[in-house]
C-alpha cells in the first residue's frame, strides 16, 4: 500500500453511512472539507495539548465551508471527559448563537471525540460533526462507530449517545508527534483486533511492530486502515449494540474496572485495555476456551508495545472484591452478571459470563509480584 | 365519547410507535404495563409535589412487572429542569447498579417527563422509558412526539434529544387535583390545536370551557385525545422536525423568551405560551395574514382559560431588544434570523421570518399598560 494514496473506509449504516479519510496532509487541506454542506458556522473542539498545534490550521482549511468558525479548548485527560467540561462546548454554542445547521469538528484524541459527538448529539437534539482524530487510539477505535459519552463518577462512559459523524477525517502526520505512551495506548485497541476478529492482522502488527514504533507511514497507513475496516464491519451488522458489537469491548470490562478503580487519568484508557485484555485472554485460559500458548503470545505482543500486562492492585482489603464490584456496572452486565468478552478461539470472540471464583483467580493471579 | 372506556392514540414512527392509553384509573393499575418487556429493575422518577401522591400506587403496580422498583424523587418547577437535576437520575441509576434493561418511569409533569425522557435516551446510550403525564400540560403535549431536554442558562430546551417512550399513559383522574393556574396552563397547549390544525376543535373547546374548567371526565377526555390526535399526526410526518413538526411552536417562540427572560419557572411554560401566543396571533395580523376578528377570538379564549395575554416587561431600558435577542438563541432562528410561528389562515400554521421592526412594534403593544 502505497502511504501518499488517499484511503477510505465506509461505515454503511443506511442514511447514517459515511466515510474515514486515511493520508497525510489531510486535516489541514479544504478539500477534506469541501463536501461537507456549508453553514454560517463551525465550532472546532480541542484541547490545551493539540489546540495550540492544530487549531489554527484547521480553522484555515475550514473558512471557504463556514462564515465563522470558533474555538473551544477543553482541558486533556480522561479525568476531564465530564459533564463541567461538556457544558464548556454548550456554553460556546450558546454564546456564539449558534443554530442547528452549526457543524462541530473534533480535533483531538478519544476524549475530545467522544464528547464533541455527545455535545453534536445533544445540542439542539442534534447538530452535525465531523471527526478529526489525531492520536492512534481515536483513529483506530473511538472516532468510528458513533458511540458518544462522557463519564459519571460511578462508571466509565456511562452517559452518552450513539451519534455519527459526518465524516472522519485521519490524517497519518498528526501520529508523528504522538507522545510514545499515547502511540503504544493506541496499539492496544489495533492489537485488539487480531484476538477478536483477524489472527493474519495479528500476525502482521508482530512482524511490523518495529516499523509502526518507527511511525513508518506505509505500517501506519495499514493499521488505522485494517482496524477501521474490521470496526466498520462490526458495527455495520450491529450499530447500537445488541450482540456482535460487544467483541469489541474485549479487554474493557477488567479495563473500565482499572481506570475507574485507579481514578480516570491514572492508566491511559489503552493502558487498561491492554492489561484488559491479557486478564480476559487468562479468563478465557480458566475456562478452557484457549490454550497458555495463545494467552502467552497475546501478552508479549501487548508488552512489547509497550503497555502494561500485571494488573494494578485496587484495594488492599479485597482486591478481587473490589474489581468485581466496578465490573457489575459495565454496560454489558445483565441483573447484576458480569459479562465478559472471551476468545473461544484466537480470532473469534463470544461474549458469557463466568462463575465469581474463577474470576477472583484470574484478578488475584494478575495482582501477584 | 364514553368517560369509561379506554382511548388509545397510536403514534406510527415506523419500530419507534407507540400507544397514549387515555382514561380514568390508569396509572395504577398493573394492566396499564402488562404489555411491557419485563426487566430486572424499574425506576420511577417523580418530584416533590406528585411523588407522595402517585409513587407508591405506582409501585405496587409495577411489582408485577420489575423485580426491584427504585424511586427518585426530583425538586418541582422549570427552575430545576437542570443538568443538576439530571444528574440526580443518574446518580439513582448508578447506584442501585441498573443495567440497559432497566425502564424509566416519568411520573409527573412536563419538567419530569423531559428530564426523564433525556435520561433515558443518555443513560448506557439508551434505555427504554414509560411516559406517566399527570398534569395536562404533559399529557396534551410533552409526553407525546418524544422531545427531550433540560434547559442552559442561556436557553431553553436547549440540550437533548429525540428520544420514544415505550407507551404514555395518561390518567384522567390525576387531573382532577391539578391545581387550577397548572390546569390553565395545560389549556394554552390545548387552545394551540385550534390555529394550526383544527378551528371546529377550536370551537368546541370554546363552546365547553365551563365543562374542561369543572374537570368534566368526558370533557377532559376529549381534549386529551383530541390534541394528541393532531400532534401525532403531526409528529408521524416529521419526527425531527425538519420542517412541518415547528408548527407546534405556535406560540412558543414568543414565549420561550418570556420564560428565560423572566427566570425560569416565574411563568409557567403554559402561560408563557398562551402569551406568547397572543403575540404570535398580532404579529400574524400586521403581517396581513389574518384579520383582527381571529385575533380578538384567540385572545379571548385564553383569557378566559385563566392566561395572560400581556406581554411583561423583560428590560425597561430597551425591552423588545431583550425579546429580539433572547429570541435569536432559539432552535428555529436560522443564521441569526428568528423564524416565527405564525398564522396565515385561521387552522393553519406557517413558519416564516418577519421584520424586526414589525417584531418590536407588537412586543410596545403588548407591553403597554
Known amino acids: 500500500m502505497k502511504a501518499s494514496e488517499l484511503q477510505t473506509v465506509s461505515i454503511d449504516l443506511a442514511e447514517r453511512s459515511y466515510n474515514i479519510a ?13 463536501e461537507l454542506p456549508k453553514a454560517g458556522a463551525a465550532l472546532i473542539v480541542t484541547n490545551t495539548t493539540v489546540g495550540p498545534l492544530y487549531a489554527q490550521p484547521l480553522k ?6 463556514y ?8 482541558p486533556d485527560g480522561e479525568e476531564f471527559k465530564t459533564w463541567e467540561s461538556l457544558n464548556l462546548i454548550f456554553d460556546a454554542l450558546l454564546s456564539h448563537a449558534c443554530d442547528r445547521k452549526t457543524t462541530l469538528f473534533a480535533l483531538g484524541g478519544g476524549v475530545v471525540g467522544d464528547m464533541t459527538g455527545f455535545a453534536a448529539a445533544s445540542y439542539m437534539r442534534g447538530v452535525p460533526f465531523v471527526q478529526v482524530p489525531t492520536t492512534l487510539l481515536a483513529q483506530v477505535d473511538s472516532s468510528v462507530g458513533g458511540k458518544t459519552a462522557i463519564n459519571h463518577p460511578l462508571g466509565k462512559n456511562m452517559i452518552g449517545a450513539f451519534y455519527q459523524p459526518l465524516k ?5 502526520d498528526t501520529l508523528k508527534t504522538l507522545p ?6 493506541g496499539l492496544a485497541e489495533v492489537i485488539k483486533y487480531g484476538p477478536i476478529a483477524d489472527m493474519d492482522f495479528f500476525a502482521w502488527i508482530e512482524a511490523n511492530l518495529g516499523a509502526i514504533q518507527a511511525r513508518e507511514s506505509a505500517a501506519l497507513a495499514h493499521i488505522v486502515k485494517r482496524s477501521c475496516e474490521i470496526k466498520a464491519w462490526v458495527v455495520g451488522q450491529d450499530e447500537r449494540e445488541a450482540g456482535l458489537r460487544a467483541i469489541l469491548n474485549f479487554g474493557h470490562t477488567f479495563g473500565h474496572a482499572i481506570e475507574a478503580g485507579l481514578g480516570f487519568g491514572v492508566w ?25 500458548f495463545f494467552v502467552n503470545r ?3 505482543l501487548i508488552a512489547k508495545a509497550g503497555l502494561p500486562v500485571k494488573a494494578p492492585l485496587l484495594d488492599v482489603a479485597d482486591n478481587a472484591g473490589r474489581y468485581l464490584s ?10 447484576g452478571e458480569i459479562k465478559f468478552v472471551l476468545i473461544d478461539k484466537p480470532g473469534h470472540a463470544v461474549v458469557r459470563g463466568a462463575p465469581d471464583d474463577v474470576v477472583r483467580q484470574v484478578i488475584d493471579a494478575g495482582c501477584k509480584e
Chains 1, 2 share one sequence.
Open 298 to 300: 497475546l501478552t508479549q
Open 22 to 34: 486515511i493520508r497525510g496532509s489531510l486535516f489541514d487541506n479544504p478539500l477534506s472539507y469541501a
Open 67 to 74: 462564515a465563522q468558525v470558533h474555538t473551544v479548548v477543553l
Open 60 to 65: 484555515k482549511a475550514l473558512a471557504p465551508q
Open 268 to 292: 491511559l484508557h489503552g493502558e487498561a485495555v491492554g492489561c484488559g485484555m491479557v486478564m480476559a485472554a487468562q479468563l478465557s485460559a480458566r475456562l478452557g476456551l484457549v490454550d497458555a
Open 180 to 185: 510514545q505512551r499515547e502511540l503504544s495506548a
Open 168 to 172: 472522519v477525517v485521519c490524517d497519518l
Open 326 to 335: 466496578l465490573m457489575r456496572v459495565d454496560k454489558k452486565a445483565e441483573a
